[in-house]
């Protein structure tokens, strides 16, 4: 059996925050929660999607119902590190994450179709449904970041973490590669999320409000993809502009 928590339901709410931000509220949050015992980590995740993209896609429309497919390590792995294959659903608003472990090279043999995972459980077979009901499903984009975590003092349900250079890749696949990419964010901005199982902390509400810190629509996977179609889209244009210059040159000179 797992010694590792294998379900979350809670509700997430994101912020991006300025290095002013940051600081001030870093300074407020004392009294009311603290960083655990891992202080600032990196975590590595392969998001894995359809051909098409097909499991952001629908995601990036904000529908009722929403689901993603990862594979996390926390630092960077070797064959036998702990990983974690997780299933990260939104429904109405509240994130549902179910995840098992297993040593990294088993664990993407199996998603990747070259093995299976010993360990029989629900959440293994919501998995295994979710590989099943999506045709060719493939690793199609890591995500790394560093990450401080922070824990309610009063309310242990209450967890705070902040997230910089967040770095994103379509090449290399493989989390032994590290953290590496292009960043998602600007020079000294840091997304943070607070997970809540219950009501959000009125203390939370003041501080934010006069810190000037306001939610946003964030997500990791969605932001890489969306830039990489809009270079996509670029390249596709210049391909075009090239394409028709080459043609009127042609028939320039078989005028002349």
Same mark, same amino acid.
């Given at each position: 059996?797992?010694?590792?928590?294998?379900?979350?339901?809670?509700?997430?709410?994101?912020?991006?925050?300025?290095?002013?931000?940051?600081?001030?509220?870093?300074?407020?949050?004392?009294?009311?929660?603290?960083?655990?015992?891992?202080?600032?980590?990196?975590?590595?995740?392969?998001?894995?999607?359809?051909?098409?993209?097909?499991?952001?896609?629908?995601?990036?429309?904000?529908?009722?119902?929403?689901?993603?497919?990862?594979?996390?390590?926390?630092?960077?792995?070797?064959?036998?590190?702990?990983?974690?294959?997780?299933?990260?659903?939104?429904?109405?608003?509240?994130?549902?994450?179910?995840?098992?472990?297993?040593?990294?090279?088993?664990?993407?043999?199996?998603?990747?179709?070259?093995?299976? &995972? @010993? *360990?029989?459980? %629900?959440?293994?077979? !919501?998995?295994?449904?979710?590989?099943?009901?999506?045709?060719? =499903?493939?690793?199609?984009?890591?995500?790394?970041?560093?990450?401080?975590?922070?824990?309610?003092?009063?309310?242990?349900?209450?967890?705070?973490?902040?997230?910089?250079?967040?770095?994103?890749?379509?090449?290399?696949?493989?989390?032994?590669?590290?953290?590496?990419?292009?960043? &998602? @964010? *600007?020079?000294? %901005?840091?997304?943070? !999320?607070?997970?809540?199982?219950?009501?959000?902390?009125?203390? =939370?509400?003041?501080?934010?409000?006069?810190?000037?810190?306001?939610?946003?629509?964030?997500?990791?996977?969605?932001?890489?993809?969306?830039?990489?179609?809009?270079?996509?889209?670029?390249?596709?244009?210049?391909?075009?502009?090239?394409?028709?210059?080459?043609?009127?040159?042609?028939?320039?000179?078989?005028?002349?």
């Amino acid at each position: 059996m797992s010694t590792f928590q294998e379900v979350f339901k809670r509700t997430e709410i994101k912020y991006l925050l300025s290095e002013e931000q940051y600081v001030a509220l870093m300074q407020r949050l004392q009294g009311i929660a603290e960083v655990d015992r891992y202080g600032e980590s990196d975590i590595l995740n392969i998001y894995y999607d359809t051909p098409d993209f097909n499991l952001i896609r629908t995601s990036l429309e904000k529908p009722v119902y929403k689901e993603k497919l990862r594979l996390r390590s926390y630092g960077i792995p070797k064959d036998e590190s702990t990983s974690f294959i997780e299933i990260k659903k939104k429904y109405k608003g509240v994130v549902y994450k179910r995840r098992i472990d297993a040593p990294y090279e088993k664990a993407r043999n199996y998603l990747d179709g070259r093995g299976e &995972l @010993l *360990q029989k459980s %629900q959440i293994k077979a !919501e998995i295994d449904a979710m590989k099943n009901g999506y045709a060719g =499903l493939r690793p199609a984009m890591a995500i790394s970041y560093k990450r401080i975590a922070m824990a309610g003092i009063q309310d242990p349900n209450l967890r705070i973490t902040f997230d910089r250079q967040i770095l994103w890749r379509t090449d290399k696949l493989d989390l032994k590669e590290g953290p590496k990419g292009e960043d &998602l @964010l *600007q020079p000294g %901005q840091r997304l943070m !999320e607070v997970k809540i199982a219950n009501a959000f902390p009125m203390e =939370l509400s003041r501080i934010f409000s006069e810190l000037g810190i306001f939610p946003v629509s964030f997500s990791k996977y969605g932001r890489g993809y969306e830039v990489m179609m809009s270079r996509r889209l670029a390249g596709a244009y210049i391909y075009r502009l090239a394409g028709s210059a080459v043609q009127k040159n042609r028939e320039a000179v078989a005028y002349a």
